[in-house]
């Protein structure tokens, strides 16, 4: 080949990479961090050696805001658990359901999840579309099997605090089938005699989502700024579906998807401390911190002032 062959060649390479679009998957969750946020960021995430599971019931639920709450103002590890993989929901990009759906839509959580660095885990159980009762949708799902397989997970997970927005009120079946398997499993898990080969799990904070009238719930602002990343919380959360989730389509208006405040029945005892986060685990814990415990507490207040 001439030299002006060879030329021609590479310009003709160059060429084409430049009108080849980038990988959604590299654009939503390709790129390392760094910079200030992610020191700081680093920083918050020493002073805590606390797991979080936030639980939902579909891959565009939203989970998305008390996971980014959790994560940016607390420093907690999070995991997300889903029910299904969200093969009976619509979509927008393609001709794809059913099984293929579902695949695009594992892809797209994880993309998702990784902007708050969250690992993600499934239950696996199918989704065949709208379901008006919980009833409906155990006999899907298998209400005994389904809270087996819900205990089982808890204890692989390992949590501290386990979180749901879903409440007995919602009007989707899979979202009260949830709750109810929530709040039979998380006892559960922590009893030695219901399935014995594998050891006990106790959470230290469980909470179902609230109604705006419930007299119990704790309420969390998430309409304000976070200061690193310069916008609300709930825009933070709005802004991961609409990147990561491209297959239902574009997200409700910032107002429709997300109240202002973030509400929770608590339903276990709660923690000593002033709030109900108080008292989770810290590396600064004197069971935890290997060395002086004088330089721990001073290291703690550190980290959280």
């Known amino acids: ?90 979509n927008i990009s393609g001709p794809e359901s059913g099984d293929a759906l579902e695949r695009i839509r594992t892809l797209e959580t994880e993309a998702g999840c990784s902007h708050f660095d969250g690992e993600v885990w499934y239950l696996n159980r199918p989704d065949a579309g709208y379901r008006r009762t919980a009833e409906a949708t155990f006999g899907e799902w298998g209400r005994e099997q389904s809270l087996r397989d819900l205990v089982r997970l808890i204890r692989t997970i390992r949590p501290d605090v386990i979180l749901t927005t879903h409440n007995f009120q919602e009007q989707h079946g899979h979202d009260v089938a949830l709750v109810e398997l929530l709040t039979n499993a998380v006892p559960l898990a922590g009893d030695a005699e219901f399935l014995p080969e594998l050891p006990v799990h106790r959470p230290r904070v469980f909470g179902i989502g609230a109604t705006a009238d419930s007299p119990s719930a704790i309420s969390i602002p998430v309409d304000r700024l976070e200061p690193l990343r310069g916008a609300s919380f709930r825009h933070l959360a709005r802004e991961i579906l609409r990147m990561a989730h491209l297959s239902p389509g574009p997200p409700v208006p910032l107002e429709e998807l997300f109240e202002p405040t973030l509400r929770f029945e608590l339903r276990l005892p709660p923690q000593p ?15 935890i911190w290997p060395g002086d415990p004088e330089r721990a507490a001073a290291l703690d207040r550190f980290v959280r002032e």
């Open 1 to 90: 080949m001439s030299v002006g062959a060879s030329v021609r060649a590479a310009l003709s390479v160059v060429l084409l990479a430049t009108l080849v679009p980038a990988q959604s998957w590299q654009e939503s969750c390709g790129e390392t961090r760094a910079g200030i946020v992610a020191l700081r960021q680093a920083v918050k995430d020493t002073g805590s050696d606390c797991l979080a599971l936030v639980v939902a019931s579909h891959p565009d639920d939203r989970y998305v805001l008390p996971a980014v709450w959790l994560r940016y103002v607390m420093g907690l590890r999070i995991a997300v658990l889903l029910a299904t993989r969200g093969g009976g929901g619509q």
């Open 273 to 287: 401390g002033d709030t109900p986060f108080a008292g989770l685990p810290s590396l600064f814990d004197p069971a």
